[in-house]
């Protein structure tokens, strides 16, 4: 793929990365010093209820959340009814929520290469739907990394940038999400080598309180970061038992209820200069069961006593 000119890339890429940061710090700032982040609804938390992407942006306005993170089956969902993404995108806004990121899995990290150039052409189309929402992330996982075969970082670098290019014209940026079993992506020192070796701007990354513990990565590796690292990070918690090899996602937790040193990553994010999103992201079936407002309202209580915990505590 033919690279733009790395001036016009730095320019306008960095650009949009500082006024995106200096407004979430001056979000932080009005609301004083225990709000430093915003809050968002990773729709998988209630995905069990079925609702629809309409009927789950006005959960997520009704519980108080700022922001939501929808998965892209139910943008394509939603417009296969033959319904106006214009009319969805004016639903978010007039219910006052923004969309850092949506979730997607196109396989743009994988060795074969065809396989490669059609895993971009999907993602290209994902990051039209999600800019037609007035969305400005999308989820970048390595899906499709065999996990007989790491693929080698430097390659995964280059196969990144390759996705953030298609980010500079669609104005939607790609997050590299971290999975916890992945082979080549499953622990924050990989993934953060892969956003360096990319060699763009809006180089990023997407943590998971889960993922990073599955993994095996230190938490304390987060104090390595500035802010503009990331943009989302995934919140949840998880138990003691199972042991961590053998947990999966539908073992977390919401924040506070379970072992995760909640306490300390959020100071650390915090003291790194981190004033982006926290958005809530589980797969419990127990929660599935339970009314979409209540598990909403519940899970946005929980995040924010676990910020007012962590930073009165410090």
Not at 99 to 115: L, T
Request: hydrophobic share 45%; net charge neutral.
């Amino acid at each position: 793929m033919q690279r733009l000119s790395r001036r016009r890339v730095l320019g306008a890429a960095a650009a949009g990365a500082a006024v995106e940061v200096l407004g979430r710090a001056r979000q932080a700032a009005a609301a004083g010093p225990v709000e430093p982040f915003g809050y968002c609804l990773n729709t998988a938390t209630i995905r069990g209820q079925r609702l629809g992407i309409a009927e789950e942006i006005d959960v997520a306005a009704q519980a108080g959340y700022g922001a939501i993170e929808p998965w892209i089956g139910s943008i394509r969902d939603y417009q296969k009814q033959g319904k106006s993404l214009k009319d969805l995108a004016k639903r978010i806004a007039d219910a006052g929520l923004k969309v850092p990121g949506v979730v997607a899995f196109s396989r743009w990290i994988v060795d074969d290469e065809p396989a490669r150039r059609g895993a971009l052409e999907q993602l290209a189309g994902d990051m039209e739907l999600v800019a037609q929402i007035g969305g400005t992330g999308i989820a970048a996982p390595p899906a499709g990394a065999s996990r007989q075969k790491p693929i080698d970082l430097r390659a995964a670098g280059e196969r990144f940038a390759a996705a953030l290019e298609l980010g500079d014209k669609t104005g939607v940026v790609p997050m590299l999400e971290i999975w916890g079993t992945n082979p080549t992506c499953g622990r924050l020192s990989e993934a953060v080598m892969v956003a360096v070796e990319a060699g763009h701007p809006n180089a990023c990354i997407l943590p998971d309180v889960y993922h990073l513990f599955r993994g095996g990565s230190d938490f304390d590796g987060l104090r390595m970061l500035g802010p503009l690292a990331m943009r989302s990070f995934h919140v949840n918690d998880y138990p003691a038992d199972p042991p961590r090899e053998q947990l999966n996602d539908g073992h977390r937790v919401m924040p506070g209820d379970g072992v995760a040193p909640l306490d300390s990553i959020l100071r650390d994010l915090r003291a790194i200069g981190y004033r982006g999103w926290l958005s809530l992201e589980l797969f419990s079936r127990d929660y599935w069961k339970q009314p979409a407002p209540e598990v909403a309202k519940a899970g946005l209580a929980k995040m924010k006593a676990a910020v007012v915990k962590a930073l009165h505590s410090s």
